[in-house]
Each structure stands twice: as structure tokens, then as C-alpha cells.
Nanobody, 120 residues
Framework: VQLQASGGGLVQPGGSLRVSCAASGSISRINDMSWYRQAPGKQRELVASITSGGGANYVDSVKGRFTISRDNAKNTVDLQMNSLNPEDTAVYYC???????????????WGKGTQVTVSS
């Protein structure tokens, strides 16, 4: 099982970006999918998460600006980021709570990070 993230890049303050993540491999079921971020010199923080039923939660600093969504048929999770500001600059990581096939427990998998830079 692996997670592959894409998107990110450089954007001006007030702009928008979308990051996407796809899970692949021998997967039985995916529970929660999430996006974390880590800015230089700071701890990794949970930005947004979404259940398999579509229930979403956000950290206060992104509420009203970011939207997390998922496609259960494609095993993907997206994070649409609007009204970006320099404080959103970080490496963004996707995380998924997955039940692999022929495994009797669920495992949290991480994707490689993708850089988001907000700067004029």
C-alpha cells in the first residue's frame, strides 16, 4: 500500500491551490483520510480529516478557506485551499487509515510531502 500526493507549488497571497492524494495497492477498506502540514521549525499539525462517510473536520486556522473531499471509489482525497496566506506555507502530507487485504489490523500510511509556498 502506498499514498501518492500531487499538487502544491508556489502561489501568491489570496490565491488558491489544490493538493491530491491517491492510495494504491492491496486495500480492503479505508477509514479516515487526512491532510497534515509541517512548517519550518514547527511540529506537524492536522489540517483536515474526512471519514469514509464524508464527515469533515478542520483546524480552526483553515475553517472557511480549505475544503477536504474524497472519492471512495478511487481511493483519493483532495484538499482545496483558498484565500491562502503566508502562514499556510508548509510541507503538506496525506495520511490514510487503511485495512490492507489479508491483514488483520488497520495501519496509518503516510504519503511523501508536497511543498506549498505562499509568497508574493
Amino acid at each position: 500500500v502506498q499514498l501518492q500526493a500531487s499538487g502544491g507549488g508556489l502561489v501568491q497571497p489570496g490565491g488558491s491551490l489544490r493538493v491530491s492524494c491517491a492510495a494504491s495497492g492491496s486495500i480492503s477498506r479505508i477509514n479516515d483520510m487526512s491532510w497534515y502540514r509541517q512548517a519550518p521549525g514547527k511540529q506537524r499539525e492536522l489540517v483536515a480529516s474526512i471519514t469514509s462517510g464524508g464527515g469533515a473536520n478542520y483546524v480552526d486556522s483553515v475553517k472557511g478557506r480549505f475544503t477536504i473531499s474524497r472519492d471512495n471509489a478511487k481511493n483519493t482525497v483532495d484538499l482545496q485551499m483558498n484565500s491562502l496566506n503566508p502562514e499556510d506555507t508548509a510541507v503538506y502530507y496525506c495520511n490514510a487509515d487503511i485495512w490492507p487485504r489479508r491483514v488483520t489490523t488497520h495501519i496509518h500510511y503516510w504519503g511523501k510531502g508536497t511543498q506549498v509556498t505562499v509568497s508574493s
